[in-house]
């Protein structure tokens, strides 16, 4: 699976932006499809995973009500819509996928393929 991710870019606080990571591949359906964020010095941290059983949703604490995970099969796409922002969301968000792990969601870990990234940054 290849993963192309994209819809970074500059945006005050409280603005919105929507990323978008294209996916390769013809099974996309049976992967579970999550977006991690890296900002400078810190470790990559998990945002939000897609599952690929009936679409369950999870986020991390820090965006819950203010990001929205989504995905189009036919269209081999996830979505990540954010809204609200802050400027402590500033990092490189990058879309991953997963197959099957007995590692947590919130454990990159746990993904096999990455995106590139895409670089949010959020002014206050």
């Known amino acids: 699976v290849q993963l192309q991710a994209s819809g970074g870019g500059l945006v005050q606080a409280g603005g919105s932006l929507r990323l978008s990571c294209a996916a390769s591949g013809r099974t996309f359906s049976a992967y579970g499809m999550g977006w991690f964020r890296q900002a400078p010095g810190k470790e990559r941290e998990f945002v939000a995973v897609s599952t690929w059983s009936a679409g369950v949703t999870y986020y991390a604490d820090s965006v819950k009500g203010r990001f929205t995970i989504s995905r189009d099969n036919a269209k081999n796409a996830v979505y990540l819509q954010m809204n609200s922002l802050k400027p402590e969301d500033t990092a490189v968000y990058y879309c991953?996928?997963?197959?099957?792990?007995?590692?947590?969601?919130?454990?990159?870990?746990?993904?096999?393929?990455w995106g590139q990234g895409t670089l949010v940054t959020v002014s206050s």
């Open positions: 991953a996928a997963e197959s099957g792990s007995y590692l947590p969601y919130n454990d990159p870990r746990r993904y096999n393929y």
